[in-house]
């Protein structure tokens, strides 16, 4: 693990030090973030060997964020150097002299400290080479085991995302180092053609690599292969036993979107009424945190300079609160929660996910099954999307394994659309198993756009869930 700071922000601290010293003269409240990120995307299939730099997550700047008495501005930039500091200067001062608003002052309570996240292997020092070796030759090997697949496609991404943050009283460094990788099988039959994808992920560095075993590669050939007999499911409601990614994306899309106050200041979420109100069964606690546990999401301090926090949102059914950006917070009299993200140093901080999930209980998988008379089991979620308005979700789901009188009966149906109100979705939850597992290998999008990266999960869940 290196643990050395950023050449690119140790070079600029100085001068950035200097502006906020200049403007800090002016203004009540001055801050700056510097990005130095570096994203790789590499992959095997059919179609050939792909190995690009990420545009959009490969960034270097600066952001400036003013506070003038009455409102904020912000100003970004890429170049800071002795030559160009004055004209900088100048800018923001142009643009904070005309912010009006009402928005109170930020906290800048004295603050020093630095995160380097843990990992074994660099993929960066590692080389695009040795990835790319590893992933054909994992590939090579599923195909030649299982001749009905059409193609086996092996993803593998990382980023480095170093950030500084400072301020008048406050200095913040961090070095995060997470990875990706992606198996999607596909396979063809008489009604079109099959694919089953599984995700790797981590806080961690190349290491990720040993964790795609031919095992699991093959687990993935057999499932995909099962799905060219699986069966239109009839529309209903359901006893379903949800495993931990469907778990992660109901309380990604049901409640993470839902929850994030920057909605509560435009009164665009529902949630906002039922804050100190039962929202799910008893059984249903929330956490969003880039704190308490390690995933993709995790990190030191937001891009607000708020340290992150874990962040309990359902304790017991019942909603305790949202989480919130500084801007928002301000505006609802209430703490910011360290959720202020932006896509890049170019892009405005909006109230976002980290790593979202529900905490374990003590129920079994095996008494979860046990206890359907006839539903399902949900695995491999896709996609999905949300109406924090009005509460209602939609989500694809891949697979459906048929449960009777307790069992298995060994029947899959496929594709599956889940829909719901939320309230009604989560009171319903009777069962939850003790294990916990998280994902991370999503993005995070606010309206299509401004892409952060994210993780959720949970147990495994029992409930009744509306199937189409």
């Not at 130095?36 to 992959?43: A, E, K, N, P």
């Not at 309570?109 to 054909?136: A, H, Q, R």
């Not at 209980?361 to 359907?372: F, P, T």
Request: proline share 4%.
């Amino acid at each position: 693990m290196n643990e050395k700071m950023s050449a690119y922000l140790a070079g600029a601290e100085p001068l950035l030090k200097a502006l906020i010293q200049r403007l800090g003269g002016l203004y009540p409240y001055v801050s700056a973030l510097g990005q130095d990120s570096l994203s790789m995307r590499l992959g095997v299939s059919k179609s050939g060997i792909s190995a690009m730099e990420d545009s959009l997550f490969t960034q270097r700047g600066f952001v400036i964020r003013v506070h003038n008495g009455k409102g904020y501005c912000e100003y970004s930039f890429n170049e800071l150097n002795e030559a160009n500091s004055d004209e900088i200067f100048g800018e923001i001062k142009a643009l904070a002299g005309k912010c009006e608003g009402n928005d109170p002052l930020p906290s800048d309570e004295p603050c020093e400290k630095e995160y380097f996240s843990p990992y074994k292997i660099d993929p960066e020092t590692l080389g695009t080479g040795e990835v790319i070796e590893c992933l054909s030759r994992l590939r090579s090997d599923v195909l030649g085991q299982n001749e009905g697949l059409l193609d086996m496609m092996l993803r593998f991404s990382w980023q480095k995302t170093r950030k500084l943050f400072i301020t008048k009283n406050r200095r913040l460094y961090q070095d995060i180092l997470w990875t990706n990788a992606g198996v999607v099988a596909l396979a063809g039959g008489e009604d079109g053609v099959r694919d089953y994808y599984r995700p790797f992920s981590g806080l961690c560095g190349a290491e990720l690599l040993d964790e795609i075993t031919p095992e699991k590669l093959s687990e993935c050939a057999r499932i995909c292969l099962e799905l060219l007999s699986a069966e239109p499911i009839a529309p209903g409601e359901y006893e379903c036993v949800c495993d931990p990614d469907v778990t992660g994306m109901i309380v990604h899309e049901a409640f993470g979107h839902g929850v994030e106050m920057d909605m509560f200041v435009k009164d665009r979420a529902l949630a906002k009424s039922y804050v100190g109100k039962r929202v799910a069964s008893d059984l249903v606690n929330m956490h969003d945190s880039a704190s308490a546990v390690e995933q993709c999401a995790s990190f030191l301090f937001d891009d607000e300079g708020t340290l992150s926090k874990d962040n309990l949102i359902i304790k017991n059914g019942i909603l305790l609160q949202g989480y919130a950006d500084s801007v928002s917070a301000g505006r609802l009299n209430v703490s910011p929660t360290g959720n202020g993200r932006r896509e890049s140093y170019l892009s405005k901080a909006y109230t976002r996910m980290t790593n979202t999930y529900f905490e374990g209980g003590n129920d079994e998988l095996k008494d979860m099954i046990a206890s359907v008379k006839y539903g399902f089991m949900l695995e491999n979620p896709s996609s999905g999307m949300e109406d924090p308005k009005n509460w209602g979700i939609q989500c694809m789901v891949n697979i459906a394994r048929e449960i009777k009188d307790g069992e298995l009966t060994g029947r899959v149906f496929s594709p599956i659309v889940l829909t719901g109100y939320v309230p009604d979705l989560l009171k319903s939850i009777s069962m939850v198993s003790k294990e916990v597992t998280l994902s991370g290998s999503g993005f995070c999008g606010k309206g299509y756009k401004e892409w952060v990266k994210v993780s959720d999960g949970g147990p495994w869940i029992k409930a009744r869930v509306r199937l189409g």
